[in-house]
């Protein structure tokens, strides 16, 4: 009999689509990322804020204190009989008395009748000035504008003309400050605001994301209460959850709860079916024999069918009913190792060959299921093989490169499977070959189950030469 290469039925357990990344997921890291993007916004936005105010503040009284300067230095020159400008100003300011500090003032003739010339200490050079046509005086004969100083620093320059004497004889007076100085002390005052600033967000961000990773640690109880009623150490949820996820634990707590009754109404009347049928069909089977002929043959092949199709719909309504509990955990290697014996023992005439990992491997469903399923495939194997049968249990990788799966393969060097016949040696009561006895159902229920547990049946080329009988089904790690 030729082999097939690959059923169509076969899993594809290591798909290369991709898996969104966890953590994108993750209720916490989006309150968090929220709540962080929230804080630098905040930060940035007060930051903005308070520089702007402090610029403004600064400013305010720069201006002001070169007003003031030029109004006491207005008020400490005068002009002499023969027109010569005089006096002493003590404007207050050290600056006024330092080198090219950027801190200047003068007063200069601006009117026929007037001379001289009074400067700062501080100014040992000519500061150019605009024109009038370029910078013109108010209404209040004053003006201000920028003008670079004796070192390239820049100047706010506060200019007036004043009328000293009844001669109308007019001075021109200057102040200037450093603005460069003003603006490094702003820049200054940003960094260090900055500083603040950026040390309180990261302590207010570390201290926001351990309130938020306290604030769900009952979530996290809620996942590892589940998690236990998944792997069957628990039958509910336990202890005291908050106001909040107190009825969600209540109402998962009644959901398991009626998830068992359910069950176990299922089993009972699965079991009452099987107990009403069981004797009207072996009264139909020992009629059928006991009339003989074509009749009898006919009434025993048909009860004898209705009697597989019975067990096998039975055994479909045991699995629905079961799927879906989540208090249910199988061990599987002592399970594989027992009937592995059984199977020796049944065939002695078999090299039986197990291979186990290190890791422990529990199947999340009912030990009942996994012997079926174990049962069928081991007595196929065994029916076909001619010396050899290798079974072997291994972990599997999700999409997530998680083990949260298992497989478990079973190979002979049997005759195998015709090539394009996988598919329909699965269908139930079909059999490739009549020369062996059976039902036909064994793979028919292995698919069935299998499929139940949302796992993968693959039959494909065993590397001994017969069938491989591969199954994949959920790990609980």
Known sequence: MSRSNKSPSAPSTRTGSFAPRVWLRSLTFRVIAFSTIWAVVALVVIFTLITTLYRQASERGFDSLLSAHLFNLIGSVGVSEPGVLTGAPDLGDLRFSEPESGWYWSVEPASDGLTGNLSSSSMTGPVPSPSVAEVPFDSEFQRRYLAEGLNGEQLQVFESEF??????????????????????????????????????????????????????????????????????????LGGRFPAEIEPLANETNALIENNKRIVERSRTQVGNLAHSLKTPLAVLLNEGRALGGDKGKLITEQATSMQQQVEYYLQRARMAAQRDSVVYRTPVKPLVQRMVRVMEKLNPNIDLRLTLPQDEVIFAGEREDLEEVLGNLLENAMKWAKSVVAVSVGLVADEEGNASLFEINIEDDGPGIPEGKAREALKRGKRLDESKPGTGLGLAIVADLVNEYGGKLALERATLGGLKAGIVLRNVE
């Open 163 to 236: 009328v000293l004497d009844a001669k109308n004889r007019i001075a021109r007076f200057r102040v200037m400050g450093n603005e460069t100085e003003l603006e490094q002390e702003i820049s200054a005052f940003q960094r260090r605001l900055l500083t603040y600033l950026s040390l309180f967000g990261f302590g207010m961000i570390a201290i926001n994301a351990i309130a938020i990773l306290y604030g769900l640690q009952p979530l996290r109880r809620v996942r590892n209460a589940l998690a236990m009623v998944r792997q069957g150490t628990a039958q509910r």
